[in-house]
């Protein structure tokens, strides 16, 4: 058992004081990079040739280039890949990918998307992931989206009625350097963030602008999601090498990460406990997180019955 003696009012007073000394060094809980999720899809682009991307997941959600399952003017170049692996995709100024529709790749809850980009030009504005659906009306879609905006990186949600939340951080991205960029929403702490090469860039001080409408859910998209591209027009190319584009419904924001730097470890106690105990409080010393987050147990309630399976999430990485 653990109970932090130092900050204990109240039910942890209940609790033996003889653990959290005694606590070995954090445990860091892996983010969801390494993958204990559900992958949705991933696609890598190591095909020896042809039109088809492969889908390696065990959904088999299989693409092709460009705009036709034939040769078009749209095809990204096949080129060596970014990490190492066979192979990758070079859009030279108006290529991308496109993935048929499926119910799969529109989950309504938490998901993540990310993909190693290489880009060819400085200050682009270029869809790295679309799948979204216009409404009409102005800004209005439905479905999600992670773009480059200039040195800016943005990943936006919608809701089926067209209600946004989105989020845009500042980062220097450079031509013919390789970043991982990714987009997450955690559904549960309606929590959302940007991250570059794994680190969250969207911190306090370096959010460009964001709107949180509170969405309950990602609305559905009908049509193909496009890599490279929007998936309205298409426009928007990004400009460079695409490979690794991966989609799937773990969070990288989590539940217990009470303090909202990635990582649950013995740096969330204290803030657990607040969250447990004196809300308020809470969301004075952490505004940029979600006092949600500490129900651990997904119960839709934050309470005692969260705090065993929170000192799992300590100890079992
Ligand atoms: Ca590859
Ligand atoms: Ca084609
Ligand atoms: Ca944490």
């Given amino acids: 058992m653990y109970g ?11 609790l033996p004081d003889d653990g959290y000394e005694h ?20 696609w890598d682009f190591d095909e020896p040739g042809g039109q088809t991307i492969l889908d390696s997941s065990p959904h088999k959600l299989d693409g092709f280039l ?15 890949g970014l990490d190492g692996s066979p ?8 290529g991308y990918a496109q993935v048929p529709h499926s119910a799969l790749l529109q989950p309504t809850g938490s998901l993540t998307v990310r993909a190693l980009i290489r880009p060819s030009v400085d200050e682009q504005f270029g869809r790295v992931l679309c799948n979204l659906r216009y409404l009409g009306g102005g800004n209005r879609y439905s479905g999600y989206d992670l773009d480059l905006q200039r040195d800016h990186l943005r990943f936006a949600i919608f809701s089926e009625q067209g209600q946004e939340n989105y989020i845009i951080a500042a980062f220097d ?9 990714a987009g997450s929403w955690n559904q549960r702490g309606n929590l959302m963030h940007v991250f570059v090469d794994g680190i969250r860039i969207s911190v306090p001080g370096n959010v460009e602008g964001s709107w949180h409408t509170t969405i309950a859910q990602i ?3 009908q049509g193909n999601l ?9 426009s928007e190319f990004f400009q460079g090498d695409l490979d690794r584009v991966i989609v799937d419904t773990t969070p990288l924001i989590r539940a217990g990460d009470l303090n909202c730097d990635g990582a649950v470890n013995n740096f969330d106690i204290d803030p657990f406990v607040l969250a447990l105990t004196v809300p308020s409080r809470y969301v004075v010393l952490y505004p940029d997180c979600a006092w949600r987050l500490a129900d651990v147990n997904g119960d839709g309630f934050v309470d005692n019955f969260d705090i065993d399976p929170f000192v799992e999430l300590l100890t079992k990485p």
């Fill in 173 to 181: 991205f450079r031509p013919a350097i390789v970043y991982e960029v």
């Fill in 23 to 42: 606590n070995p060094l954090p445990r860091i809980v892996e983010l969801a990079l390494a993958s204990h999720g559900e992958i949705i899809a991933r």
């Fill in 226 to 234: 496009f890599i490279g591209a929007t998936s309205f027009g298409p």
């Fill in 4 to 14: 932090p003696k130092s900050v204990a009012p109240g039910k942890w007073n209940d």
């Fill in 87 to 94: 192979g990758a995709l070079r859009t030279a100024g108006k």
């Fill in 66 to 80: 460009g705009s036709a399952p034939e040769a078009d003017p749209f095809d990204p170049l096949r080129i060596p």
């Fill in 219 to 221: 609305g559905p998209n």
